[in-house]
């Protein structure tokens, strides 16, 4: 069936200090049932009334995502949490007060009255209050816990911008509330809440370090794809192939090397996502983003980096990869995730 085209309101604020107005607008269209793509500190959300069958039932058909994939509930408050959860462990109160608002999401029972449609047939929620003026803002004056996922095209990188979100879903929502670019650039940590012990789900801007500083030891990682099924998929890739180079500092820089060139022998015009330092040195067009151990700067920059290179006529991209330390972990997570495979270890 073909999709309505729908007229998208693009709604732009400044990020600190949202216009009352566009506000008020964008949150009238969250009640009435709409689709609207609002900013959060780590990617743009595709937000919908997480209580409104309906308008979450549409978040899956704009985004052409599998049903079985489910969302994240977006709160305004740690106490709306309580209306979502159906009780919170002792534990997940310690780290809301520690993190919240930030990039972390606890996957906790779910309550009656949201969606059944949200937790994709499981019986818990995922639940997060993000860090951003313009996000809070539109919860708290739409009064309504906010269902959404990232607001890209399913598969295609999220979406760091306005501009990313409206390349990918205008005609397909009804508003996005633009405050530029995102601060951080990457997904916020899952961690689930639900078994015996806390299982780290998907990493991101909550390091394993981070929460070992108040859970006592990192959290266990879940193996397999059955508790976590967004990792089922491919994912945050651009249209042109992928290529990560990934190991020590030194002789990343010597095997990207080898393989820019050939891929240019090849005749497959490759350009590279590096750092600073070695980038320019390898005669092809480059973004940078700083050091090998600079992981929150090609956060940062990775979804951004890739759609521009994707639009640059390269015919693929070859990527530098980060220490896997701290955030690095969640960087190279993404990054291998968008190589589908294509990762050369050294
Ligand atoms: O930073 C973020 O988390 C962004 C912003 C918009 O908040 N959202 C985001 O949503 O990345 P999405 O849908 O792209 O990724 C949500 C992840 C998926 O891997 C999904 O499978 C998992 O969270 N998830 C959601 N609900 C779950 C549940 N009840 N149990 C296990 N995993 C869940
Ligand atoms: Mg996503």
Same mark, same amino acid.
């Given at each position: 069936m073909e999709a309505k085209i729908l007229e998208t309101l693009h709604l732009e604020v400044d990020p600190r200090n949202p216009s009352p107005g566009a506000i008020a607008k964008a949150a009238g269209l969250l009640r009435s049932g709409a689709l609207v793509a609002f900013p959060t500190e780590t990617v743009y959300g595709l937000g919908?009334? %997480?209580?409104d069958d309906g308008a979450v039932r549409r978040i899956f058909a704009a985004k052409g995502r599998p049903a079985d994939n489910p969302l994240i509930v977006h709160v305004a408050d740690p106490a709306e949490a309580e209306r979502v959860a159906a009780g919170l462990p002792e534990v997940a109160r310690l780290l809301m007060a520690r993190f919240? /608002? #930030? /990039?972390l999401t606890l996957v906790l029972p779910r309550r009656e009255g949201i969606s059944a449609l949200v937790s994709a047939g499981l019986p818990t929620v995922a639940v997060r209050m993000p860090d951003h003026a313009a996000a809070l803002a539109l919860m708290r004056a739409a009064g309504v816990p906010v269902a959404a996922p &990232? %607001?890209?095209? &399913? $598969?295609?990188p999220s979406p760091t911008s306005g501009a990313h979100v409206l390349a990918d879903l205008a005609g397909r929502i009804e508003a996005v509330l633009d405050a530029g670019t995102? #601060?951080? $650039?990457i997904e916020s940590t899952v961690l689930d809440l639900t078994a015996d012990t806390p299982h780290l789900l998907r990493p991101g801007g909550v390091t394993a370090e981070d929460l070992a500083r108040v859970l006592g030891r990192e959290p266990a990682c879940a193996s397999g794809s059955a508790k976590s099924p967004g990792t089922r998929y491919r994912h945050y890739a651009p249209a042109i192939p992928v290529y990560l180079v990934e190991g020590d500092e030194e002789r990343v820089r010597e095997a990207a090397r080898d393989l820019v060139r050939e891929l240019a022998a090849r005749g497959l015009s490759p350009a590279v996502l590096g750092t600073a330092e070695n980038a320019a040195c390898y005669g092809v067009p480059a973004v940078t983003y700083g050091a090998w151990n600079d992981a929150a700067a090609l956060g940062r920059r990775l979804y951004a980096a890739l759609r521009d290179l994707e639009q640059s006529g390269a015919g693929a991209i070859v990527v530098e990869g980060v220490a896997e330390t701290g955030l690095g972990r969640a960087v190279m997570d993404r990054l291998r995730r968008a190589a589908g495979g294509r990762v050369i270890r050294v």
């Open positions: 919908a009334n %997480a209580r919240w /608002p #930030g /990039p &990232s %607001a890209n095209l &399913s $598969g295609r995102c #601060g951080q $650039g």
